[in-house]
């Protein structure tokens, strides 16, 4: 049959514009890109998991995962207090960057949000507003066909206006919407939501990112009876063996979230992070207390294990001496997943260590817990202390006076130097003002 040439050219001039068209689509996305799953412990010290060396605790699930990992063991928060510590998971940035600063705002009168409920309700929705403008990386990942799950810990509104495809918590303040509600649930009663959501996303083959908030080893310290006594008589009060219990309750249920993953033939392909939002020590004489950790800028308050696994991609290590921050956290998830990471970003890939041996300096912020919105411009409004570690050399900038710590020979900073080593608090002092001096706030408008 003879060709029709004007159909042939039709074909041709189609045929020239589908690249075209094909490039002004956004990226595809399906299951072959890597899954991530993000476990954010909450309130626990630095050592106190077995693969950190705790003569009791019982880790088993994080061992594992800890030897599977190229695990950083000098990771640090970029402040000892969990909102802006969970701020800066998801922004990249440091509280005085992102400005979520505290866990609550100041209401007008000084009074408590308790007393002055329906002050409370006008006033919350302005601490998140900040946030709101600055990039995330649960947008990206939305944005580039994730589906973004959130459960527990999690303070700024409702996480469906901030790029979850899905979510435990529903953030209304008139509703006691505080800093999670019934996301809380996740691994204390239920991991349903998440089971439910791995299901989804391998039924619409589309890859997913999992935000694990999960409320432990937070108070309550209440887990069950047997993990309590099994602490009790090697703990050095109640209140410590409550708190270990709740260790071992978080591990368990970490186990279940990677187990899924296993049943569901998808670990290999499922990068895994894990980190903690701020320490934790139990203060014997107060259950249910801290004693210089959390809220703090001591190492015991600021420091925690930074891992990533990814099978066939990072290869397990054990980093002793590298610094690590969790502002690093979304830059390696961005790029883990193939997505350009925004220029205001400023933390490094963890996947390459070498990349963080240069750095070599971390900065950590430590703001009051209720802030004064009306002077956010104010870097020092409401500022507690800052700590710039180098190396193994460790200052905390107070308002009225410096402390200077080795870490290498003091690793729970309690021997300040700055009195025999002026010279070495006076240079960490001016770096630490460069830091602050170089480090921009994002332009929001």
Known sequence: MKKNPYILLILS??????????????????????????????????????????PHVATP?????????????????????CRPSLASLVTGLHPH?????????????????????????EWR?????????????????????????????WWEGDPL??????????????????????????????????????????EQDKPFFVWYGIFLPHTPHNAREELYLKYKDVA?????????????????????????????????NTIIIYTCDNGWVSNPEQPGRSIRSKREPFEDGIRTPIMIRHTGKVAPARNQTTLASNIDIAPTILQACGIEVPAIMAGLDLRQPELLDQRNQIVVEDYAHDIELSKLDDLNSNLESRVLIEGWDKIIAWPDRTELYNLKSDPDDLHDLAGTHP?????????????????PKPHLN
């Not at 998140?128 to 459960?151: D, N, R």
Request: charged share 25%; net charge negative.
């Open 13 to 54: 001039l189609l045929g020239s514009l589908l690249p075209s068209l094909h490039a002004a689509q956004p990226p595809a996305a399906n299951s072959s890109q890597p899954n991530v799953v993000l476990l954010i412990s909450d309130d626990q010290t630095w050592d106190d998991y077995g693969f950190m060396g705790h």
């Open 61 to 81: 699930h994080l061992d594992k995962l800890a030897s599977e990992s190229l695990l950083y063991e000098r990771g640090y928060v970029s402040a000892p207090l």
């Open 97 to 121: 960057q992102h400005n979520i600063r505290g866990n609550d705002p100041i209401l007008p009168g000084n009074v408590h949000r308790i007393h002055a409920p329906e002050l409370f309700v």
């Open 125 to 153: 929705p302005k601490m998140s507003a900040p946030i709101e403008k600055l990039p995330s990386m649960v947008k990206e990942l939305e944005a580039h066909g994730y589906l973004t799950l959130q459960t527990g810990k």
């Open 161 to 202: 206006e901030h790029g979850f495809t899905d979510a435990m918590t529903h953030g209304i303040t008139e509703k006691r919407g505080r800093h999670g509600d019934v996301g809380l649930e996740i691994g204390r009663t239920t991991q349903q939501p998440y089971y439910d959501f791995v299901d989804k996303a391998i």
């Open 236 to 268: 050095s009060s109640e209140s410590e063996a409550r708190y270990w219990a709740n260790i071992e309750w978080f591990d368990e249920a970490c186990g279940e979230v990677i187990d899924y993953l296993e049943t569901k033939g998808i670990a290999d």
């Open 423 to 439: 010279e070495k608090a006076t240079e960490l002092s001016r770096k630490l003002s460069d830091w602050l001096r170089t480090t």
